[in-house]
């Protein structure tokens, strides 16, 4: 929070307008110095200042505690203008230490100036501190105040664009490691967007209205995002008709009409069509027009893009694969159980809903989504005499009916596939209880595996929500109750808790996954 001795002011006063204001991101500049004549004059030299098209917003602090605040709440400031002697001789060189290494801002870029060398000799600084140049202010002229911070925001900028670079890389190796994921098709997508932002040098402050993109899908007749940036971020889902200009889609309908990728203007649609088929399109409008060297690098890029999507859907066609070889033997024991295959589909979807609430991570709860139909696996062994007796199961009956969880964990455990060892798990867990009073170990507590604890709640759920051919099913104010009675003995108490909370969420599914009517 800034204080009576601190503040941030625009580089043109107040003439900056509006839409300006919102469309163009500054250059922050920090200025540190406990003389208000130097905050004064350093103004007045750069109010007029540009670089790359994009004006300066000043920040003022009088000491090195305000250094240290300052660069705490605002760490994407580009220069930082820094006094060396202040309420200690030394307090500016503390703060580069603290923001190196406490804050571990590797990009600012620093400069110090200091009105008396002799307690701060330059070769000693420059050898121990990490600052990018030092300046006496007795030879530090306005052309030459300009020149200082013209090659610190220019080495800022490269740093920035390097930065990007290994997001984007960082993001595309991410989405190559977990192919398997249901979600890494657009994962991989967004990566390749940020790297091709970084190959452009269209840095995330430059024009926020401009430096966008997304990638879109052919379905059906429309074309649909399924992931963006900067403005499309939040439009996943929604068609280019309803989310662009005139201009963009005449721009994007043109390269599908001609298949083939568009560099245009500031503006670059790329065009990928899988080996099975599959049309995918890249959209990035920049702030700039694209050079023949951008259309160049985009080329090469393009070609292990293609690459990455063949690769990319390759995978997720498996993991469709894997999901309907779960839901096909789980449904074949369903069906054995005289229960319907939606069941497990909605048990599935709870599952993966109440993994993703828990904090799990995506892989876990996509993992969970794939391995719960297979909880009840083990009623293959158990006589339909037995599944479907209307009334209460004698003693000898509910043996072999508990038996079935330790029949579902063998059937599964000794595969290698992730998918079955985790089912081996739900299989052979969830009839456990909170409280230790399940079956078959008798594990209490958080002894039991996070996905058994989750599979059962979810389970209990739908399976009371829906008619069973010896029971009616109940109302939801009554399983509701049932629930809250049931925690922290039947249940995990904090997974009752996340699912009673977001209970619409759970109840959503239920309804877009019915039951088929009965003839």
Sequence with gaps: MMTDQDHLVFASDNSLNIQESIEIALWKVMVIDDDNDVHSLTHMVLREYQFEGRKLAFIFGHSGQDAKRLMEEHPDTAVLLLDVVMEREEAGLEAVDYIRHTLGNRFVRIILRTGQPGRAPEQRVITQ???????EKTELTAQKLMTAVTAALR?????KIIEQNRRGLEKIIIATQSLFEIHSLQKLATGILIQLVALLELEDGALYVHSAGFAATHDKDDLTLYAGTGLYETMIGKTVQETTQPEII?????????????????CYVGYFRTRNG?????FLQGNKPLTPLDKKLIGIFSKNVALAFDNALTNQELLETQQELTFSLGAAVDSHAQQSEYHLRRVAASAR?????????EEDAELIWLAAPLHDLGKIAVPDSILTKPGRLSPEEWTIMQAHTDVGARLLKNNKQRVLQAGAIIAGMHHEQWDGKGYPSGLNGEEIPIFARITSLVDVFDTLSHDRHYERSWKI?????????NR????????????????????????????????
């Design 129 to 135: 501190y990490d600052i990018n140049d030092y300046k």
């Design 155 to 159: 080495a800022y900028r490269d740093l």
């Design 250 to 266: 005449a721009l994007v309908h043109r390269s599908l009409q001609n298949a083939e990728s568009i560099c245009e203007n500031n």
């Design 278 to 282: 599959s049309l995918n399109l890249l």
């Design 353 to 361: 809903l109440l993994a993703r609430l828990a904090g799990l991570p």
């Design 477 to 485: 104010d009554t399983i509701i109750d049932f629930i809250i009675q």
């Design 488 to 519: 922290a003995t039947l249940f995990d108490p904090r997974l009752v808790d996340l699912f009673l909370e977001h209970l619409p969420e759970f109840q959503a599914i239920q309804t877009s996954l019915p039951n088929p009517a009965t003839p």
